[in-house]
């Protein structure tokens, strides 16, 4: 590994950077949604992100008016000292008394002092404000997610969504809470700064905006290329992320497969990536930097000499040549932090159109308020496709009989699973429908859709938090009465009582640790808790061992029993207890009946049926 890195490190860090880069990395900001590349979730356009902002300002404004009330006030009394001063030098110069001299130092101790207490006060107040707003945009955020397609989910991976969710909101909490705040006081101070210098001497104010030409167009040829340089950053550590956790979680097949090597070289690949990516960054803000700090101190110089010389013309006093040089000093910290941090709010932004983008994901269901009549589900013409033009199912029909165990077989790839997703209303249609009660699936609120059929699969999470928190997933507002019972009708009963802390107990990571038949059976007791009438089985209970196979085919057979039963199957026996047999071949349903009726019939499922039976 080390000799992989420093192959790695060595040729990228030694190689200069061109302007052929420049060109290469360097893209104009969209305005628009910036569609994703490849199947990556959306990155919401400019316009977006400026109307997501400018709303939690609206939001926000009183709270927000109160913190710029209480910055100004600590600005204004931070004026005061340069402006004492001034008048210090003059009186003293002047010929003055000694009282007079401690009545000016008194006052220029009341300003610090209440400067102190405002500062404090003002930035208390804006990060409270801070917290607030992020705390908002946080939630906002996870309701985004949680209410993504599960088909968009699929499509764009996790890594993409993980670095949203972490990087993002990271980076996005930062520029909320010390951004805005650090910004308010730099532009407060700033206005208020330059207004003050006007006041004291309008010829020696003018002095302050010589660097305005310096650092005007530089900051502006910085700002149009960090956008789209940062949301590139953050785009490739998305995939860091996601090649990371895709090799984790797939560690077994990237060990059995020996893919050590083609994992590391796509690491390598993501990591050269981001590596660019932040290089590019680097090299834009090392060319920012050193313009904005000499343009910073250039003022002073200026107005020192052109002070020189207007005193020496009796246009100005040396008092106030005094008060402006010190305000142009002290317009060197809220330049360099806007600066500063217009960069930071640049990357935010980049994060804050990584999130938004999350909202513009168009839903694939529309709750249209109307209820079932009935609990008959018919698939009628459905086609579907996961990728445009390349369809998995052909026009398929199928009416399920309410109470009926239907069976699915056929070969490999010919579209059970897929079926069987559109049958328990997870994937909408391409074309076609599928209805309950004469109600598109689609078209029921996903609580609802629950209650009416759910899909049984082999996967079964165990979510953090206690027992009775997994079981509620099922229904929200069970007591702990039914929710022993639901653990009992599973036959979960032996290893409920076992468990240290009952209902109370903490599973998933860092908890206690269930077996895979118990995680099966929490999800079956989920499942009764639910009630739907319909369930779709999928590959229920191929994955544990066939000991507790049986006990988890016990369980299963109390849940199913009393509700229509599409068990896709992979052994026949399933298809011979069932009271029909759907044949699924190449994304048509090809063969429907009894199992007696399709033995008669001599097709496919006869054909499947002799071999299984000679094995
Ligand atoms: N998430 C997906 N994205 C793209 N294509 C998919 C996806 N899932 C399945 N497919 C493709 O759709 C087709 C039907 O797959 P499906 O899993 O429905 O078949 P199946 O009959 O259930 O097969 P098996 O018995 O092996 O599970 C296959 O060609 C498969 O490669």
């Given amino acids: 590994m080390s000799d992989t890195m420093e192959s790695f490190e060595g040729p990228l860090l030694d190689q200069p950077y061109t302007e052929g880069d420049e060109a290469r990395l360097s893209a104009p900001e969209a305005a628009g949604p910036t569609p994703a590349p490849g199947n990556r979730l959306p990155i919401a356009g400019s316009l977006a992100v400026r109307a997501e902002a400018w709303r939690l300002v609206k939001r926000n404004r009183q709270s927000l008016a109160w913190v710029m009330v209480f910055y100004a006030a600590a600005a204004v009394t931070g004026l005061v000292g340069p402006y004492i001063i001034g008048r210090l030098v003059d009186t003293v110069s002047g010929g003055t008394t000694m009282s007079a001299v401690t009545g000016l130092s008194l006052v220029l101790l009341g300003a610090v002092v209440a400067q102190a207490f405002l500062q404090r006060f003002a930035s208390y107040r804006s990060m409270v404000l801070g917290e607030k707003v992020f705390a908002d945009l946080r939630e906002e955020f996870m309701g985004d997610v949680t209410s993504l397609p599960l088909s968009t989910v699929e499509r764009a991976g996790t890594g993409d969504l993980l670095s949203r969710t972490t990087n993002d909101v990271e980076a996005l909490s930062h520029a909320v809470r010390f951004g805005v705040p650090r910004l308010l006081v730099a532009l407060v101070t700033l206005a208020l700064t330059l207004a003050a210098a006007f006041v004291v001497s309008p010829l020696l104010g003018l002095g302050l905006l010589v660097s305005a030409p310096f650092i005007a167009p530089v900051t502006r040829w910085y700002l149009k290329r960090s956008g789209p340089a940062y949301q590139r950053e953050h785009a490739a550590y998305g995939t860091i992320d996601g090649t990371i956790s895709e090799a984790a979680d797939g560690a077994l097949t990237v060990d059995a497969l020996s893919l050590g090597p083609q994992r590391i070289g796509r690491t390598r690949a993501a990591i050269r990536e981001a590596f660019e990516a932040e290089r590019y960054t680097l090299w834009l803000r090392s060319m920012l930097f050193p313009v904005t700090e000499l ?62 983008g999350v909202k513009e994901v168009p839903a694939d269901r529309t709750v249209s308020g109307e209820s079932p009549r ?196 992979h052994r026949l026996h399933t298809a011979h207890d069932a009271d029909r047999v759907a044949v699924v071949e190449d994304g048509r349903i090809t063969e429907l009946g009894s199992h007696d009726e399709l033995l008669a019939l001599n097709g496919s499922y006869a054909a499947l049926w002799r071999s299984w039976r000679s094995e």
């Fill in 295 to 356: 343009a910073l101190w250039l003022p002073a110089v200026v107005v020192v000499l052109w002070g020189g010389w207007l005193v020496s013309v009796h246009s100005a006093s040396a008092g106030e040549v005094a008060a402006v040089a010190l305000y142009s000093v002290s317009l060197t910290e809220p330049v360099n932090t806007l600066i500063l941090w217009l960069d930071e709010l640049q990357f935010g932004a980049a994060s804050l159109a990584r999130i938004v």
């Fill in 374 to 569: 009935g609990s008959r589900i018919s698939v009628r013409n459905v086609t579907f496709a996961y990728r445009a033009g390349r369809n998995v199912l052909h026009g398929v029909d199928l009416e399920l009989v309410p109470g009926e165990r239907l069976a699915m077989v056929g070969p490999s790839g010919a579209g059970k699973s897929t079926l069987g997703r559109l049958i328990a209303g997870i994937n909408p249609p391409s074309a076609g429908s599928v209805t309950v009660g004469g109600v598109p699936l689609v078209d029921l609120a996903v609580e609802e859709l629950r209650r009416e059929v759910a899909l049984v699969t082999q996967e079964h999470h165990v979510f953090v938090g206690t027992l009775a928190d997994n079981l509620r997933l099922g229904k929200e507002d069970a007591g702990d009465q039914e929710l022993l019972e639901a653990l009992r009708d599973v036959g979960a009963e032996p290893w409920f009582q076992a468990l240290p802390d009952g209902l109370e107990t903490e599973l998933g990571s860092g908890g206690h640790a269930l077996t895979p038949a118990q995680a099966q059976e929490l999800a079956l007791a989920r499942l009764v808790l639910a009630d739907p009438h319909t369930l779709v089985l999928d590959e229920a209970t191929s994955l544990i061992d066939p000991q507790a196979a049986r006990s988890v085919e016990q369980s299963l057979g109390a849940v199913l029993s009393g509700r229509t039963v599409v068990a896709i199957a």
